[in-house]
């Protein structure tokens, strides 16, 4: 778990501005966290990456 918060604390630093101007845009946020993020996340946990974007949209909207 602590691995997956840094390495996406690590990202959103590297995107802040990108999500600062779409922080009311949960569709484009999930979408960035699907690209970005929900790779190395999924490895990371040994999980299919679908059903945890999946389940990320569903908990976060959008």
Known sequence: MEQAE???????????LWIADNRSNRKALADWWEKEVSAEIAELWNVDRTRLS?????AFGG
Do not use: C, D, N, T
């Open 6 to 16: 840094k390495l996406y604390v690590k990202r959103v630093i590297g995107h802040l």
């Open 54 to 58: 999946e389940a990320f949209r569903q």
